[in-house]
């Protein structure tokens, strides 16, 4: 939305009520979460009728601060929405196991929406005195609301936790059936829809779950086509898969070979509505739209930069895909009012240039006027400001420019300082945004924010202060020259680690993120190490609750070319077995990273980890495999250990194949 969300009011609730109604109207709810999900649709019905009588009051101009709102409410129902399409898409039973982290993501999502209502100016909004007594009351209650882990779900999961570790064998056939009933798994279709989204569930948890989340994943897929067969006799496995055969035949529709040319460049789809841009190429009307609402203002094919962003018909290649479509028996009366209705969502995007400019002096006055009360105000009024200025900077290199260039950054480093959790941690965060825009980089550290950072980030007064002052840290790190000034505050580094030993899995990341990235410059590597890092991050590599696998194998790959991270790799007896796991379960960075820290294992003095390798009989065919279907890297990493192996076992074993 970027800094668009300042140049109409309509626009933004056209937006939020679009976007609540599809999360309203979802047909079939999961069937996990089920009370969390529908209090939040409650919640957001409520929020949808206030949304409906601001746009019908038709005051052009909001307040500040509801526009704010208004575009932080957008970013939670979104994520609200992807969370609920997740349960409701992704598999069940991983679904089931991960009940407590889920319902804490619906407790953030409450929470977010309170704290979005905090700056809410009711009293300035032309709604009713019941819609108004609706929010009051909504705002009341989601500020007190508190976790709620649904306690069947529990007992339900600890059941299947320990079908998973029994044995196939002593299975009773009506508690697997109850189990996977509870979670909508009734049909054999059922069942293979699970075990295939539980499948697509290994490949993205392989870099940051950890093996014991990729192996219990792979138990559970055992455990679903073991129960099939045992669930399902033969015949009625073979009515429903005549019973899909049908479906499929029936709904499969024959499919062209679409010429390049009708093909839009973004989406790669059949275009419905041609139009050509500044640049003179050619996209479909509903993918260039949402390229340029999206702040991007250059050619997506040529890289250009779009002198206007007016979108104008290409009748003549229109003709030739209306004239292709009849050819080949695609109807074109779909096409056709798909089109018309894009058309008209698109219309606003003509005038792209002008509305630019009056969203940027929106957000300039914005910015002005809320970095006045960052200056002045009371301790109330900067905790509101600094969170304005922290959703403010939250979308969009112009928003970030702009408030910077108000004055904003000296008053926010100040507040890190701040007695007040709150606004220490809005402080923190606005910073971090802010910081994006790499000019305004240079402007924190000139600022002198670094030492208020490391402080938030020793002993911030809240778990989120202190995880998005490791992401700042982050942030800043990606210049050079900052990852010498930041190594060289003797807290900086100590910081990290204590975060990555105390923080959630997101504060474990950010963490992991900034170590690596300050490991870049050869002086930080020591000190990563004397901080205790290295026991930990191999730790962190063992806890399937942690979700940092890639991240912390990309540090210790660091940290192995100096000689204080070498010693302390090679005294850990565990590595060298999780790394050969790693390099058969691990994504592909992951694996890339493994064979990297055990080729420098070996090389230096490592006669007794070759051996280890040698005699583990998982790590040969591991390298083998990844030395012929490997990324580019990992071959020749791989063929490189390969031929150290051989080298160490020539004199007194057969080679290894190369």
Not at 239 to 261: A, H, L, M, W, Y
Request: charged content about 20%; glycine content about 6%.
């Amino acid at each position: 939305m970027g800094s668009s969300i300042f140049l109409q009011s309509n626009s933004l609730l056209e937006s939020l009520i679009h976007l609540s109604n599809e999360v309203s109207s979802i047909e079939k709810l999961p069937s996990i979460q089920v009370r969390n999900v529908s209090t939040m649709l409650r919640r957001i019905k409520v929020l949808t009728s206030l949304f409906e009588e601001i746009q019908e009051s038709n005051n052009p101009m909001l307040p500040p601060s509801s526009v704010l709102c208004l575009s932080e409410l957008f970013s939670v129902i979104r994520r609200v929405k992807s969370t609920m399409e997740g349960c409701k898409n992704g598999s069940s039973l991983w679904g089931l196991i991960q009940t407590e982290r889920l319902s804490n993501q619906f407790h953030v999502f409450v929470k977010e929406i309170a704290r979005a209502l905090d700056i809410l100016p009711l009293s300035l909004l032309t709604v009713t005195v019941d819609i108004k007594e609706q929010i009051e009351l909504l705002h009341r209650q989601a500020k007190r609301v508190e976790l709620y882990v649904d306690p069947q779900e529990i007992q339900t999961r600890d059941v299947l936790l320990t079908l998973m570790a029994s044995e196939k064998t002593m299975f009773d056939v009506e508690t697997v059936k109850h189990v996977f009933n509870s979670v909508g798994l009734k049909t054999v279709l059922d069942y293979e829809e699970e075990m295939s989204k539980l499948e697509d569930e290994v490949h993205k948890q392989a870099g940051t779950g950890g093996l014991i989340v990729v192996s219990n994943i792979n138990n559970l897929i055992s455990l679903v086509s073991y129960a099939k067969s045992m669930v399902f006799n033969e015949e009625s496995e073979e009515n429903d898969v005549r019973q899909v055969s049908g479906s499929v035949s029936k709904n499969t529709s024959v499919s062209f070979n679409v010429p390049d040319e009708f093909r839009c460049p973004i989406s790669l789809d059949l275009m419905k509505d041609p139009v050509i841009v500044a640049s003179g190429h050619t996209y479909d009307r509903s993918s260039i739209a949402q390229w340029i609402n999206t702040g991007h203002y250059t050619c997506p094919k040529s890289g250009q930069r779009l002198i206007h962003m007016a979108l104008i018909p290409n009748y003549a290649l229109k003709s030739l895909l209306h004239q292709w479509c009849q050819e080949n028996n695609i109807p074109l009366t779909e096409c056709s009012s798909n089109a018309e209705s894009e058309k008209k969502m698109c219309e606003k995007v003509v005038d792209h240039i002008s509305a630019t400019k009056v969203a940027i002096d929106s957000v300039k006055r914005t910015a002005e006027f809320v970095v006045g009360k960052l200056a002045m105000g009371s301790v109330d009024i900067q905790r509101q400001a600094a969170y304005e200025l922290r959703l403010l900077a939250k979308t969009g290199m112009d928003n970030r420019r702009i408030i910077a260039e108000a004055g904003a950054i000296p008053f926010l480093v100040t507040l890190l300082s701040s007695n007040d959790p709150r606004t220490q941690e809005n402080a923190v965060t606005a910073l971090l945004n802010l910081s994006i825009f790499d000019n305004n980089k240079v402007l924190i550290m000139a600022a002198g924010a670094i030492k208020n950072i490391v402080d938030v980030l020793e002993s911030g007064k809240t778990m989120e202060a202190r995880e998005n002052a490791a992401a700042a840290i982050f942030s800043l790190s990606m210049i050079d020259d900052f990852k010498v000034a930041i190594g060289a505050h003797s807290q900086a580094i100590p910081a990290l680690v204590g975060l990555l030993r105390e923080g959630t899995t997101t504060g474990k990341r950010d963490a992991a993120m900034a170590l690596c990235n300050l490991a870049l410059y050869n002086a930080n590597k020591p000190k990563t190490v004397a901080a205790g890092a290295v026991p930990l991050l191999i730790e962190l590599l063992m806890d399937d609750k942690a979700g940092i696998t890639d991240d912390a194998l990309g540090v210790l790959a660091l940290l192995l070319s100096c000689p204080q991270g070498l010693e302390a790799v090679k005294k850990s007896r565990p590595l060298v077995p999780l790394l050969i796991d790693l390099l058969r379960f691990g994504s592909a960075k992951g694996k890339e990273n493994s064979i990297m820290l055990l080729l420098g294992l070996c090389k230096d003095g490592g006669e007794e980890v070759a051996r280890r390798l040698l005699i583990n009989p998982r790590s040969i065919p591991s390298l083998q495999s990844l030395a012929t279907d490997g990324s580019p890297k990992a071959r020749r990493k791989a063929e490189a250990l390969l031929r150290l192996l051989n080298r160490c076992c020539s004199q007194s074993h057969n080679p290894v194949g190369l």
